[in-house]
């Protein structure tokens, strides 16, 4: 079945019957247990489940950020198992974007500066017209030359996701994007996401455990103890808290 979706739909991520162990003997612990999803290009998955059940190890995985310790990753068409750091981190730079909960931009730099850091740092130049239209959609126009610290918590957040979108990336990893922000400028950096998706194709991949935030996406996957044991499409919040209540009896 997962073969025939595969030739219908272009995939931006996959993970095939990925394990990730860690530590040894006693104190192992198996945070993923087998995992296969493929993620489609154009769409916005949210990952959920319990505290514990694998989210981040997952999404770190997907993102080449973490090995795994067995099984295949892919992003696009290129295999990322097995490559070597200075091809991983290559990879890092050029295919994937990441959003933070704890927004992690540098604080001598500019709003400007920090969103034009991935390209500067892998000796990209910015496509003006590109740059323009991520800067109007979040919103950023009369806050460039701002620091951090001169920034709200959702403006950093929007700062933070105009350099992950900057470079195109094939996927853009957010892991509790919304986890640091009040209601407002959660909704905010959440409409974004969403009409980033619909608007330029990007393809995003959000952990967060907030069902109004996975009512965003496209579709909802659900982990729990290192397993995929549920899936969601076209999610309410109404739907993802009722499958995640299930899911707190199961376990
Ligand atoms: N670096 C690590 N060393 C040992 N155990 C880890 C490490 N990272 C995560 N784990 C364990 O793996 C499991 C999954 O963790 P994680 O992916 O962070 O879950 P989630 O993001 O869903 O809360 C948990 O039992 C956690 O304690
Ligand atoms: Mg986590």
């Known amino acids: 079945m997962t073969a025939s979706v595969a030739t219908r739909t272009e995939v931006a991520a996959k993970a095939v019957d990925v394990w990730k162990i860690y530590g040894t003997g006693e104190a192992q612990v198996h945070a993923l247990g087998g995992v296969s999803v493929e993620l489609e290009k154009g769409h916005f998955t949210a990952i959920m489940g319990p505290s514990g059940s694998g989210k981040s190890t997952l999404m770190h995985c997907l993102a080449g950020l973490d090995a795994v310790s067995r099984g295949e990753v892919y992003i696009g068409d290129s295999k990322i198992t097995g490559l070597s750091d200075r091809g991983l981190t290559n990879l890092r730079r050029t295919k994937v974007g990441f959003i933070f909960q704890q927004f992690n931009l540098l604080p001598t730099l500019t709003a400007e500066e920090n969103i034009l850091l991935p390209l500067s740092i892998s000796g990209r130049k910015p496509d003006q017209a590109w740059f323009d239209t991520v800067i109007e959609t979040v919103g950023l126009r009369d806050r460039l030359k701002h620091r951090p610290s001169q920034l709200s918590g959702g403006q950093q957040q929007r700062v933070a996701c105009a ?13 509790e994007p919304t986890g640091n922000l009040d209601s407002r400028s959660g909704a905010e950096v959440l409409s974004f996401l969403r009409n980033s998706v619909r608007d330029f194709g990007q393809t995003i991949v ?4 907030d069902p109004n935030a996975a009512s965003y996406a496209d579709r909802v996957i659900f982990l729990a103890d290192g397993h995929i044991v549920d899936e969601l499409h076209a999610p309410t919040a109404d739907a993802v808290l009722d499958r995640l209540k299930r899911l707190d009896k199961a376990v």
Do not use: C, G, K, N
Not at 206 to 209: A, I, L
């Open 163 to 175: 350099r992950a979108l900057v470079s195109r990336p094939e996927v853009i990893f957010a892991d």
């Open 206 to 209: 959000m952990v967060t455990h």
